[in-house]
Nanobody
Framework: QVHLVESGGDLVQPGGSLRLTCTTS????????MNWYRQAPEKQREYVAS???????NYTDSVKGRFTISRDNVYNRVYLQMNNLKPEDTATYYC?????????WGKGTQVIVSS
C-alpha cells in the first residue's frame, strides 16, 4: 500500500522560507516521478512542481525562482524548498505519485503566509 505523508507546513511571514517534506512508503521510490500540488481556500487544486526519477524538475510559473523540488532516494522523500513566500502561496500542499495507473495523494500540510 502506497502512503504519502507531508510535513513542514507552518505560519510564516511574507518573504520567509519553509521546507516541506513528503515521506513515502509502499513503492520503489527511486523509479517514480513525484509531484507537489496545492489548494488555496475556495480555489481549485493546482500543480506546483514535479521531479522525474532522473531528477529533472518542472515548476508552475508563479513559483519559478522561489521554490525548489528535490528528492532523496535513500530516505524515499521528496522536498519542496519554498523561499520568498508570498501571501498568495497560502494553501494546503500535497505530494502525489502515479503508481500502477493510480494517483496517490497525501493528506496535505498547511502553509499560511501572513504578517
Amino acid at each position: 500500500q502506497v502512503h504519502l505523508v507531508e510535513s513542514g507546513g507552518d505560519l510564516v511571514q511574507p518573504g520567509g522560507s519553509l521546507r516541506l517534506t513528503c515521506t513515502t512508503s509502499g513503492l520503489n521510490f527511486r523509479l517514480f516521478a513525484m509531484n507537489w500540488y496545492r489548494q488555496a481556500p475556495e480555489k481549485q487544486r493546482e500543480y506546483v512542481a514535479s521531479i522525474t526519477a532522473a531528477g529533472l524538475t518542472n515548476y508552475t510559473d508563479s513559483v519559478k525562482g522561489r521554490f525548489t523540488i528535490s528528492r532523496d532516494n535513500v530516505y524515499n522523500r521528496v522536498y519542496l524548498q519554498m523561499n520568498n513566500l508570498k501571501p498568495e502561496d497560502t494553501a494546503t500542499y500535497y505530494c502525489t505519485v502515479t503508481y500502477r495507473s493510480r494517483n496517490y495523494w497525501g493528506k496535505g500540510t498547511q502553509v499560511i503566509v501572513s504578517s
